[in-house]
């Protein structure tokens, strides 16, 4: 059976989940949305023949952390690709390709360590579905069927069938506005873009050196000057800090005509917000008026809230629609409908010197 | 100078405040709206040689700390008066009545431990306006002028003029329904129950006789019974207990021809739930949304909020008119709409035997 080897990009900080997200412990560390972490789910969807050990991508301080997690769960790594400095996922993606190329014949998954998928198995169908297309030299990303007019979201609009539910990208488009995200939700055609890939290194390599050759040629050479210890890949720091900062969509995914896209409905969720976090809790339990709660907490009157305490006792009264953050020695109150504001604290703390509590 | 004897009732839980007041340490204990307690700003409203040193009359677990905290402002105090277990205020009454008519021709000053009063001054002219009434056999409340139609206080209407702003009392009412006390602050006749009095021991007691005739026995017996060591006067338990438990408006004030009422504007609140409180903090000091914030605390557009921690740093992020406490180990989060609300959280407690909570 031919061979996918998961690479799952670990390198973010989280911050609009702060300050459960922290710099220490960030997101895709965490048990957010089940009693497993992120990083946890996220392997554990890429398991039996079809794949390999996973591939993490990830920050130095991070690798005892998740090598513990896997460890937890009975997970091989095939190697921790560290990355001295962070260089967006363009400079990942070819990294990842650089290392898979090795496993004669494999393909890359390419795939963000923060999301949670709640329908695994339409997740791995959608990747079988996928597999010929990808071997046929195109880069495949998984675009995710819209269930509302989400403006926080890229879209990818659908070109020709090329495939059983595979189709050629049309375009990329920007986050829309309200209206745009509407006209796009009705005429069935948009996918949201949630950074999943499926490649094989050849292609994606092609046309990285086509589209982006110096983050081709940068991120190739921190890898094959990297120094290895283990399955711990430094990535060469001088090098690696050279190489431009850029998104695989903006850098190649834009650019190339071998864009494909698999629509699925796999219960995606990116966690990005209180609100998003909420919602993904509340589905997997909730009280009688949808409140999403974890830890020591008492609610009166309150429907639609986020709770969260790994420590002190929380109450709460008369709240609609209040995400409470009691964790690591902060409390956040946020307004789920303000949700991503939160970054302006993370902000305020940065700008006032107060970086330990980040 | 005809003497004052300043009686502080200082005997409530003030559960309305939790987590804020607890039983150990209850809201009259509490630096609530300025740096003082509310037992020292209340003690601090009745100085100079119009008043006698303070009675207290307070639960026997809390002496030590008003003892400190009145030594702390430098206050001598007449007598702790310990209720062995609360009877509401009218045996409250009894008692300092009883106890202050050794001080000959004093009248006694009967208030609640827990109010704020904005503007003193005022409150001292009202006072001085009301001792020649009270020397003339009338039991003298202070009604505050309403600047709203209040629903959750009692209301006093005015009847004919017996001196200069000072009135005999028509009658009492009940909380009135929104429309009401519309019409109540409309007619400029009415003014808000704040259970204050000023009135000489002979005439409480005369009436306390014909009205509550076992409850000026009982009390009086407990407090002839009481055992005393040094200025703490133990009334005595057996007797206390067997007294009916009655307010001071409920059993006598609403029976009594000499009532009287001075209306006063003395910028009154009696920190009744965290509306309130908020509202008291917001007046001396907020930010420029009108948010109260005391502690570590870092609010992104946010209005109307009041925010007070002992420990944790606090983010908001995007509320409105809502309150979050951290105080004691406990977080409570409450909508300032429904703060009357936070007693069901206390409930709760009781209810799961969660009292050590409480």
Redesign the interface.
């Known amino acids: 059976m031919q061979k996918i080897v998961p690479v799952i990009m670990s390198g973010g900080a989280g911050s609009r989940l702060w300050?459960l997200s922290r710099q220490a412990n960030p997101k895709q560390l965490l048990p957010l949305v089940t009693h497993q972490t992120m990083v946890q789910e996220t392997a554990e969807r890429f398991t039996g023949e079809r794949f390999t050990d996973p591939v993490f991508i990830c920050n130095a301080l991070h690798v005892d952390a998740i090598a513990a997690q896997m460890a937890e769960i009975g997970r091989e790594v095939d190697a921790f690709i560290v990355e001295p400095v962070g260089r967006n996922t363009a400079p990942c993606a070819v990294v990842a390709a650089v290392h898979a190329a090795q496993k004669e014949g494999a393909l890359v998954m390419l795939v963000p360590a923060d999301h949670h998928v709640k329908k695994p198995r339409d997740f791995r169908d959608a990747i079988e579905r996928a597999i010929p297309t990808a071997n046929d030299g195109y880069l495949v990303t998984f675009g995710i069927t819209p269930d509302g007019p989400e403006t926080g979201y890229g879209y990818i609009a659908q070109g020709s069938g090329l495939d059983v539910g595979v189709f050629k990208v049309d375009a990329f488009r920007e986050k829309p506005d309200f209206d745009t995200a509407k006209s796009y939700l009705a005429s069935g055609n948009y996918a949201w873009n949630a950074g999943i890939f499926l490649f094989s290194p050849e292609t994606f390599l092609a046309e990285a050196e086509t589209h982006a050759s110096d983050i081709a040629r940068e991120s190739r050479k921190a890898y094959d000057k990297a120094d290895s210890a283990g399955n711990v890949i430094h990535l060469n720091k001088d090098v690696f800090a050279g190489c431009p900062s850029e998104s695989i969509d903006y850098a190649i995914m834009e650019h190339t005509t071998k864009a494909a896209v698999v629509p699925c409905d796999i219960g995606w969720n990116d966690i990005g917000s209180f609100t998003s976090l909420q919602a993904a809790r509340a589905e997997i339990e909730s009280d009688d008026n949808g409140n999403a709660l974890k830890g020591a907490i008492?609610a009166?009157?309150s429907d639609g809230c986020l709770v969260s305490?790994d420590s002190?006792?929380?109450?709460?009264?008369?709240?609609?629609n209040?995400g409470?953050i009691?964790h690591e020695?902060?409390?956040?109150?946020?307004?789920l409908?303000?949700?991503q504001?939160?970054k302006?604290?993370v902000t305020?703390?940065k700008d006032s010197e107060q970086k330990d509590?980040l």
């Open positions: 300050p008492m009166e009157g305490t002190l006792p929380v109450s709460i009264v008369g709240l609609s209040i409470v009691v020695g902060e409390v956040l109150v946020v307004n409908d303000e949700s504001s939160v302006k604290i305020q703390l509590r």
